[in-house]
């Protein structure tokens, strides 16, 4: 047996992954471990939980992946260095750290470093990216796509994906960046937190694109697979895009300049200082561009490779506003995008590059759900609950999924915990927090009392599967919450909670076969209600999702929510 572990480490969304002959055991963010968000260093809590679930010993690793690869892109490196000699320096810092992360893993394992005989392998950064994506995906061959801020110093890589073998065909380089210009205008509105930038396209919806000229100006693609920023707007090409890697969370530098605040006419909003118009304006017109610009380059790489099958990943996969559009504005006709599309992604993509290219082994079947962190025992979740002095049922499904859902009925915020937590930024039906979609006051209740967060970010749908089409405009799988369809406008009125202001959904079809729990909770709900769906957001209060049983029974008294079910236990706080 081979055993790969895959690292996402010194790096944001710090991760790891496993697999045994190809098959993935186990993946999940340092983040669910430690309590930060997109907790950055080395992932010494997901780790050990990798190997555990494998059952693998230390010694048993035969290799290691890392999405790091220091030879890659050395001369648009060496140029850059001579300008920024500042920026070169942290990098240097940065591959330090690299070069040392044998010892590293030795001692997050407590082992001497000889009893690790494992190889190591560096894979470059947007090459795991489309790794991670096609080789999970159900593609023999497809058009391969990746998008992010930057990476080895890239910010997209394109190519052809058939079988094993990857066909890298082009990069978009340093300072030219599509998730630097995310971020950067991100940044001007107000929000510095990393992965702030979700936040900013929920705000969009609120909007008009008012200001086109000067975003064209801004972002401008040209006639083949490249694109260019125009850079007075912004300074990473003047004083480097400086990030922290350190233990806790991400910290990155101002990316945008002051010909930007010039140009809009008023300079970048405060953090905590009201949204105005003008920011959602901005916002509008910050999403239209995006959009505009990737499907551009869609379309020119279906026209570069001819494919209409479409494997994609990066931190701009997040953006399901625009995924939602790639049916319609381009001859793509399927698309596969895995659950951590973002760089905790990256150990997956490393282990399967390594699998497929370096030891040429054959592709394994697509992964087909999320579902591949922690999973706790009935005992200890029963432990926790008598801990806590909470009374509880015991039931099984469907009686669970039953009771749950007559309580969700009656107006009840709920906590459902079940199986293996998600592995991706989405709760997935396994640690959410679930209620009736068809109450309008839903949203503001769930602010007001658990999430405490800004009113203009939507709540999810979680549909059956089977009836997406009925309740869509779209009925094309969204499993993992990364596109966003318009809702049939004769729905909009029966589940007003999860239906944005513009009219859309960032769904989550359910099917049975993936996660049977989740999809027995819908279909009880429908029976009762006639709506197949349920409002799903994140079972957490301004933390990470909530990982441990004793995590969530933490924050469902702190939040005071009327029912948890945890695992086959349910909590009614009225009974």
């Given at each position: 047996?081979?055993?790969?572990l895959g690292i996402?480490?010194?790096?944001g969304d710090?991760s790891?992954?496993?697999?045994?002959?190809?098959q993935?055991?186990?993946?999940?963010?340092?983040?669910r471990f430690?309590?930060?968000?997109?907790?950055?260093?080395f992932?010494?809590r997901?780790?050990k939980y990798?190997?555990?679930?494998?059952?693998?010993?230390?010694?048993?690793?035969?290799?290691?992946?890392?999405?790091?690869r220091?030879?890659a892109?050395?001369?648009?490196?060496?140029?850059?260095?001579?300008r920024?000699?500042h920026m070169?320096?942290?990098?240097?810092?940065?591959?330090?750290q690299f070069?040392?992360v044998?010892d590293?893993?030795?001692h997050c394992?407590?082992?001497?470093?000889?009893?690790?005989?494992?190889?190591?392998?560096f894979?470059?950064h947007?090459?795991?990216h489309v790794?991670?994506?096609?080789y999970t995906?159900?593609?023999?061959e497809?058009?391969?796509?990746?998008?992010?801020g930057?990476?080895d110093?890239?910010?997209m890589?394109?190519?052809?994906?058939?079988d094993?073998?990857?066909d890298i065909?082009?990069f978009?380089?340093?300072p030219?960046s599509?998730g630097f210009?995310y971020?950067?205008?991100?940044?001007?509105?107000?929000?510095?937190?990393?992965?702030?930038?979700?936040?900013?396209?929920?705000?969009?919806?609120?909007?008009?694109?008012?200001?086109?000229d000067?975003?064209q100006?801004?972002?401008r693609?040209g006639?083949?697979?490249?694109f260019?920023?125009g850079?007075r707007y912004?300074?990473h090409?003047?004083q480097?895009?400086?990030?922290t890697?350190?233990?806790g969370?991400p910290?990155q530098?101002?990316?945008?300049s002051?010909?930007?605040?010039?140009e809009l006419?008023?300079p970048?909003?405060?953090p905590?200082?009201p949204?105005e118009q003008?920011?959602?304006?901005?916002a509008?017109?910050l999403?239209?561009?995006?959009?505009?610009a990737?499907?551009?380059l869609?379309?020119?790489?279906?026209?570069q490779?001819?494919?209409?099958?479409?494997?994609?990943a990066?931190?701009v996969?997040?953006?399901?506003?625009a995924n939602?559009k790639?049916?319609?504005?381009?001859?793509?006709?399927e698309i596969?995008?895995?659950p951590a599309a973002?760089?905790?992604?990256?150990?997956?993509?490393a282990?399967?590059?390594?699998?497929?290219?370096?030891l040429g082994?054959?592709?394994?079947?697509a992964?087909?759900?999320a579902?591949w962190?922690p999973?706790?025992s009935?005992d200890?979740?029963k432990a926790a609950?008598?801990?806590?002095?909470?009374n509880?049922?015991?039931?099984?499904?469907p009686?669970?999924a039953?009771a749950?859902?007559?309580?969700?009925a009656?107006?009840?915020?709920?906590g459902?915990?079940?199986?293996?937590?998600?592995w991706?930024?989405r709760?997935?039906?396994?640690r959410?927090?679930v209620v009736?979609p068809?109450?309008?006051?839903?949203k503001?209740?769930?602010?007001?009392?658990i999430k405490?967060r800004?009113t203009?970010?939507p709540f999810?749908?979680?549909?059956?599967?089977?009836k997406?089409?009925e309740w869509?405009?779209?009925?094309?799988?969204?499993?993992?919450?990364?596109?966003?369809?318009?809702?049939?406008?004769?729905?909009?009125?029966?589940?007003p909670?999860?239906?944005?202001v513009?009219g859309?959904?960032?769904?989550?079809t359910?099917s049975?076969?993936?996660n049977p729990?989740?999809w027995?909770l819908?279909?009880?709900?429908?029976k009762?209600?006639?709506v197949?769906v349920?409002?799903?957001?994140?079972?957490n209060?301004?933390?990470p999702?909530?990982?441990?049983?004793?995590?969530?029974?933490?924050?469902?008294v702190?939040?005071?929510m009327?029912?948890?079910a945890?695992?086959p236990y349910?909590?009614?706080?009225?009974?």
């Amino acid at each position: 047996m081979t055993t790969i572990l895959g690292i996402n480490t010194y790096h944001g969304d710090a991760s790891a992954a496993i697999f045994r002959d190809g098959q993935l055991l186990a993946a999940a963010e340092e983040e669910r471990f430690s309590r930060i968000k997109h907790a950055a260093g080395f992932p010494c809590r997901a780790v050990k939980y990798c190997l555990e679930a494998a059952g693998a010993h230390p010694e048993e690793i035969d290799h290691v992946a890392i999405p790091r690869r220091r030879s890659a892109h050395l001369v648009n490196k060496a140029l850059w260095a001579l300008r920024l000699p500042h920026m070169a320096f942290n990098r240097a810092n940065a591959w330090r750290q690299f070069s040392d992360v044998g010892d590293e893993l030795a001692h997050c394992l407590d082992v001497p470093r000889t009893r690790l005989n494992a190889q190591f392998h560096f894979v470059e950064h947007h090459v795991a990216h489309v790794a991670s994506s096609f080789y999970t995906s159900p593609f023999q061959e497809s058009a391969i796509f990746s998008l992010d801020g930057l990476g080895d110093f890239a910010s997209m890589l394109w190519g052809v994906g058939r079988d094993k073998d990857l066909d890298i065909r082009g990069f978009a380089l340093f300072p030219h960046s599509l998730g630097f210009y995310y971020t950067a205008i991100t940044q001007y509105l107000g929000f510095w937190k990393y992965g702030d930038e979700f936040k900013v396209m929920g705000l969009a919806a609120y909007g008009e694109p008012k200001y086109k000229d000067v975003f064209q100006r801004m972002v401008r693609v040209g006639r083949g697979l490249d694109f260019s920023l125009g850079l007075r707007y912004f300074t990473h090409h003047k004083q480097g895009a400086d990030m922290t890697w350190g233990e806790g969370e991400p910290q990155q530098s101002r990316l945008f300049s002051e010909a930007l605040e010039r140009e809009l006419g008023r300079p970048a909003r405060t953090p905590g200082a009201p949204v105005e118009q003008f920011h959602q304006d901005v916002a509008a017109t910050l999403q239209w561009r995006l959009e505009e610009a990737v499907l551009e380059l869609l379309e020119h790489l279906h026209r570069q490779t001819g494919m209409t099958n479409l494997a994609y990943a990066g931190g701009v996969a997040f953006n399901c506003v625009a995924n939602g559009k790639i049916f319609d504005r381009t001859p793509f006709k399927e698309i596969s995008i895995q659950p951590a599309a973002g760089d905790a992604g990256l150990a997956v993509g490393a282990a399967l590059y390594v699998n497929h290219q370096a030891l040429g082994n054959p592709r394994r079947p697509a992964i087909s759900h999320a579902y591949w962190g922690p999973e706790y025992s009935p005992d200890r979740m029963k432990a926790a609950l008598e801990q806590a002095g909470l009374n509880y049922q015991t039931l099984e499904l469907p009686n669970l999924a039953e009771a749950t859902a007559q309580r969700m009925a009656q107006g009840k915020v709920t906590g459902w915990y079940q199986g293996r937590t998600e592995w991706g930024p989405r709760a997935l039906g396994n640690r959410s927090i679930v209620v009736d979609p068809r109450d309008p006051n839903m949203k503001d209740l769930l602010n007001q009392r658990i999430k405490h967060r800004e009113t203009f970010r939507p709540f999810a749908p979680s549909i059956l599967e089977e009836k997406t089409g009925e309740w869509f405009e779209k009925h094309y799988p969204s499993p993992y919450m990364l596109l966003a369809y318009h809702v049939r406008p004769e729905k909009r009125a029966l589940i007003p909670a999860p239906t944005h202001v513009d009219g859309t959904g960032r769904l989550q079809t359910v099917s049975r076969a993936a996660n049977p729990q989740y999809w027995e909770l819908i279909n009880s709900f429908g029976k009762l209600t006639g709506v197949p769906v349920v409002l799903n957001t994140s079972f957490n209060e301004n933390e990470p999702v909530v990982n441990t049983p004793e995590e969530a029974i933490e924050c469902f008294v702190r939040t005071q929510m009327d029912v948890l079910a945890l695992g086959p236990y349910l909590v009614d706080r009225r009974e």
